[in-house]
């Protein structure tokens, strides 16, 4: 080898070595704290996938490192906020810069022309998508889902008679994800699958979305890969890799069931759009309520748009509310003083011939302040709560470069004393929400103009559901010392199973 090649071959290392070095200054180059990067492949990566919990590892942080630190995604710096006012720069006041969310494996694989309300990280297809969708999850449309999730409760309730006896401890859990699945098979696309009777767990629905959620995509070998490739020239190596092993048709990944869903998906719609006018207009599901604001609205949808918007809705209305109702029926179980008030409100307001939306959302309100305690303690979907950085800026006194990330630590914030006080943040009591907080205190749906879209109709199900159970039923937690839940995180913080046991009231 000649002299050349060898000083060659150093210099490469040495500059590969230096904008490395370089990359890992970023934060201390602007006094921001950081934990030690222990790879330089991975940087804080490594860290949050070998914890048990990736939410639980940045609240640590937090604690050591304060309300602003940094971590390293590879080597794309990653800001760590908890800080209430960096969060209202970023979700509100300067939202036209950090208007979209981390591009994942999945966004790149579906492809620009498959992006949903969700995953769209360009600014205009996002507030097309956002503007067309919005009016088909307002008040009013909600009001004429809610005999459907009715029917739906219904079956649950009938379920749970023919599947407990009094005093039998069983996994609530598992049938709240039957009753959810049915729900949003129901009022999205208006198909009974009879998964809440599928006693087999043969329904190919409810396992396709098991799949999705079975494990965290973005920890597949090739997602973690791209997490570190995203925002180098290599970009594009792992959609292409991906597509080829798709080729070679590798089984049960959530990607895969993702494309599954999508593809099925596809036929709901085609079998939609083939039904004569008269009979569209007595159905009321979401799929063609989506399907009139589309044609209302002068920026159509793509075909593809709208079917990925219909898998959306599948996707982020099914476990969610399942893990919100398993939380609530975890804290009722173990709080029995909390659960009597619930029950005595339900007495005074609300009777099972009065499923009114009104009722449900207005009337019930020591039932909105629990639901409300049970979701600031237990945040559901709360890595999502991210932002990217579209355009170099200063926020709150920080200069954030574009393509940076920011992830709200959302466990610090429902956590923190200050906003939550006086009563310890530990303790279980719905009633601290009477009392005005900052608004951006409470974020299990996010927040500003990327709010979950769902929120209305995941708080009506919950509501609407938790009534007939606590009205019908007693709960009681399955064992009286050291009752806990184990919860794990994929996509969702969720519990691994909700014992309980249920007793007829009289
Ligand atoms: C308890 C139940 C639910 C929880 C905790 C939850 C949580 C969240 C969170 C944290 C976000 C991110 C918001 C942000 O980045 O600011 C989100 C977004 C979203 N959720 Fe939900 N969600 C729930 C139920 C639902 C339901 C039932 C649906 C649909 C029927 C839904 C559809 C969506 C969609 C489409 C987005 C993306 C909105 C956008 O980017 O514009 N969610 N959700």
Avoid at 57 to 65: D, E, F, G, M, V
Avoid at 468 to 494: D, F, M, W
Wanted: glycine content about 4%.
């Amino acid at each position: 080898m000649s002299i050349i090649s060898i000083l060659l071959i150093f210099f490469i290392l040495f500059l590969s070595i230096y904008i490395i070095y370089n990359r890992f200054c970023y934060f201390s180059k602007r006094s921001i704290p950081c934990p030690p990067v222990r790879s330089i492949l991975f940087g804080h990566l490594s860290d949050l996938w070998s914890a048990k919990s990736y939410s639980e590892q940045l609240h640590q942080w937090t604690q050591q490192y304060g309300s602003v630190y940094g971590i390293f995604e590879g080597t794309r710096p990653v800001y760590v906020i908890s800080d209430i006012n960096f969060i209202e720069e970023i979700f509100i006041k300067q939202f036209a810069r950090f208007h979209s969310r981390r591009v994942t494996l999945t966004n790149r694989v579906l492809g620009e022309k498959n992006f949903n309300v969700l995953t769209a990280h360009i600014s205009q297809l996002w507030k097309k998508q956002r503007k067309i969708l919005n009016p088909t999850f307002s008040g009013a449309k909600m009001r004429r889902l809610l005999p459907t999730i009715n029917t739906c409760v219904n079956i649950f309730m009938e379920r749970l008679t023919t599947q407990t006896t009094d005093g039998t401890i069983f996994n609530i859990y598992k049938i709240y994800k039957r009753l959810t699945m049915d729900v949003i098979c129901r009022c999205a696309f208006g198909i009974d699958t009879n998964v809440q009777y599928d006693v087999y767990n043969e329904n190919i629905y409810m396992k396709k979305v098991e799949e999705l959620f079975a494990k965290d995509s973005e920890r597949a070998f090739l997602a973690k890969i791209h997490r570190i490739t995203a925002h180098t020239l290599l970009t594009n190596i792992c959609p292409i890799i991906f597509r080829l092993k798709r080729y070679f048709r590798t089984k049960n990944s959530p990607i895969q069931a993702n494309l599954w869903l999508m593809e099925h998906m596809h036929e709901f719609i085609q079998q939609r759009s083939t039904e004569e006018d008269h009979q569209k207009k007595s159905i009321d599901d979401l799929l063609q309520l989506m399907i009139d604001a589309v044609h209302s609205n002068k920026d159509q949808l793509l075909p593809t748009e709208l079917l990925s918007n219909v898998f959306i809705v599948l996707a982020a209305g099914y476990e969610t509310t399942s893990t919100a109702l398993g939380y609530c029926t975890y804290r009722l179980a173990l709080h029995q003083d909390i659960q009597e008030k619930v029950y005595e409100e339900l007495r005074e307001h609300w009777s099972a011939n009065d499923n009114s939306y009104d009722t449900i959302m207005s009337k019930l309100t020591y039932m909105d302040l629990f639901v409300k305690e049970v979701l600031r303690m237990h945040p559901i979907a709360i890595q999502v709560v991210n932002r990217q950085c579209n355009e170099d800026t200063n926020v709150a006194g920080y200069d954030i470069q574009k393509d940076s990330l920011i992830q709200v630590d959302v466990l610090s914030v429902h956590y923190d004393q200050d906003l939550w006080g006086p009563e310890p943040v530990d303790e279980f009591c719905p009633e601290r929400h009477s009392d005005k907080r900052h608004p951006l205190a409470f974020m299990p749906f996010g927040a500003g103009p990327r709010i979950c879209i769902g929120m209305r109709f995941a708080l009506m199900e919950i509501k609407l559901c938790l009534a007939q159970l606590i009205s019908a039923y007693h709960i009681l937690p399955s064992s009286s010392e050291g009752y806990k839940l184990n919860t794990e995180e994929q996509i969702v913080i969720a519990p691994e199973k909700v014992f309980v046991k249920l007793e007829k009231r009289i």
